[in-house]
């Protein structure tokens, strides 16, 4: 069965350093995004991505984040200058079409710890 | 404000007894609702859509439009169904699952 995948699985980085998170989605989906979620707390939605742009984000998606769809099969986040905040699982997600956008397929995720 | 409230963040029951795990949201015109489900050292999955309106694994969930709620049912718990559980409504128009804070179901014999 297809999945998303997801590298690396855990990444340490100093503060003040940019780090890219690195996602498959499975190849015939069209909709990605980035979630993440802070140790002991709720799964957060950063950012949504359809049609090689930004189709919604959240208030945590400031100008620190970007994402990038550099090929026909990665989906990247980057961060520019980590904060020890930003410490926490990113999963990354991607569902099929427009009809069944909310049917997402989970990574299994990326632990950034920020030092 | 969009949000949506699991009120319990452990459920402790016994092999073949009831489960409820409740989920209320507040959220303007017709969401999406959904559970999604996290076995251990697994992936987030989707368990089930109330558009659907479907069983699966024994569990179902009604969607109560009076109550904003959306609590989901399983009449006869099993070991495997321990896990942690997460509503997700979805904005009409929108892209995004906002997930609840989760609940842990915990199964024992």
């Known amino acids: 069965e297809p999945e998303v995948t997801q590298t690396p699985s855990h990444q340490v980085t100093q503060m003040g350093q940019e780090v890219i998170l690195r996602c498959v989605p499975i190849?015939?989906?069209?909709?990605f995004y980035w979630y993440r979620q802070i140790l002991g707390q709720k799964v957060e939605f950063l950012v949504s991505?359809?049609?090689?742009?930004?189709?919604?984000k959240s208030e945590i998606f400031d100008d620190q984040f970007s994402v990038e769809r550099p090929d026909g099969s990665n989906f990247t986040l980057k961060i520019r200058s980590t904060k020890l905040e930003d410490s926490a699982m990113y999963f990354c997600?991607?569902?099929?079409?427009?009809?069944?956008?909310?049917?997402?397929?989970f990574g299994a995720g990326t632990r950034l710890s920020v030092l | 404000a969009q949000r949506v409230t699991q009120p319990e963040k452990l459920l402790s029951v016994f092999k073949g007894a009831p489960v409820e795990l409740k989920c209320n949201y507040s959220?303007?015109?017709?969401?999406?609702l959904f559970w999604y489900v996290q076995y251990s050292r697994q992936r987030l999955q989707l368990l089930l859509r109330h558009i659907s309106r479907e069983s699966i694994k024994g569990f179902t969930a009604d969607l109560n439009k009076g109550e904003t709620s959306f609590h989901l049912k399983k009449p006869f718990a099993q070991e495997e169904d321990s896990a942690m559980y997460y509503c997700?409504?979805?904005?009409?128009?929108?892209?995004?699952?906002?997930f609840g804070k989760g609940t842990t179901l915990s199964v024992s014999s």
């Open positions: 997600a991607s569902s099929a079409d427009r009809a069944v956008k909310n049917i997402q397929y």
């Open positions: 991505f359809y049609n090689n742009e930004i189709s919604e």
């Open positions: 959220y303007s015109g017709s969401p999406e």
């Open positions: 997700a409504p979805t904005p009409e128009a929108g892209t995004a699952l906002i």
């Open positions: 190849s015939n989906h069209l909709y």
